[in-house]
């Protein structure tokens, strides 16, 4: 960990359906005091409006630092900025497109680019089905540079009762991948030692 004993991560929320997701590990990461640098892509503030009925600056309050998508000159822009890794949750696959050619036209483009080329942890939640070879050839491109590719393809083996209980398996293995301790979900086996 770069930030202390807590962390610090960023978080990039683009235009994909599923701002859920990136609503409650917002919740989670603050509730752990964990350092969060949100960025908020045009798209997903109408996603924000649409399926959370939440204006862009109540979503934002969840963040401990917040950036527009057009701030490039933003502290996260740049490697010498310390962080833990990234997770673009919802990453729309026009995002993970242009992680994948290099392209980086706004500060979540640019913030993934320095978190590859620093070797940091990259985690990207698509949320879009079905997926083409166009797709398919983007995600394996990014996992054989290292890149999570985790898509938002909740387990059942926990029972869960609720969406909140999908959502927060999700998030738990976001978490789990950065080595953050939570009990969002029952895991498997945990039966057999209790």
């Known amino acids: 960990?770069?930030?202390?004993?807590?962390?610090r991560?960023?978080?990039?929320?683009?235009?994909?359906?599923?701002?859920v997701y990136a609503k409650r590990l917002l919740e989670v990461l603050k509730e752990k005091n964990i350092e969060s640098h949100v960025i908020v892509s045009r798209a997903a503030e109408i996603i924000?409006?649409?399926?959370?009925?939440m204006e862009r600056a109540?979503?934002?309050?969840?963040?401990?630092y917040c950036y527009r998508e057009d701030e490039v000159d933003a502290p996260l822009a740049s490697g010498s900025?310390?962080?833990?890794?990234?997770?673009i949750i919802p990453c729309s696959l026009k995002t993970l497109a242009g992680?994948?050619?290099?392209?980086?036209?706004?500060?979540?483009?640019?913030?993934?680019?320095?978190?590859?080329?620093?070797?940091?942890?990259?985690?990207?939640?698509p949320r879009e089905t079905p997926?083409?070879?166009?797709?398919?050839?983007?995600?394996?491109?990014?996992?054989?540079?290292?890149?999570?590719?985790?898509?938002?393809?909740?387990?059942?083996?926990?029972?869960p009762k609720s969406i909140n209980e999908l959502v927060d398996f999700?998030?738990?293995?976001?978490?789990?991948?950065?080595?953050?301790?939570?009990?969002?979900f029952r895991r498997w086996g945990a039966q057999l030692y209790e």
């Open 1 to 7: 960990m770069y930030y202390g004993e807590a962390g």
């Open 9 to 19: 991560l960023i978080v990039g929320v683009t235009g994909a359906s599923g701002v």
């Open 48 to 53: 924000i409006k649409h399926e959370l009925d």
């Open 58 to 64: 109540d979503f934002e309050k969840l963040g401990r």
């Open 81 to 87: 900025f310390k962080t833990d890794g990234m997770i």
């Open 99 to 125: 992680i994948a050619s290099g392209y980086t036209d706004n500060l979540i483009l640019r913030a993934a680019d320095v978190t590859l080329k620093e070797k940091r942890k990259l985690v990207l939640v």
């Open 131 to 159: 997926l083409n070879a166009i797709h398919l050839r983007n995600m394996l491109e990014l996992a054989r540079i290292g890149v999570v590719i985790l898509p938002a393809m909740p387990a059942f083996y926990h029972k």
């Open 170 to 184: 999700i998030v738990g293995k976001i978490l789990d991948i950065f080595g953050i301790e939570h009990d969002l």
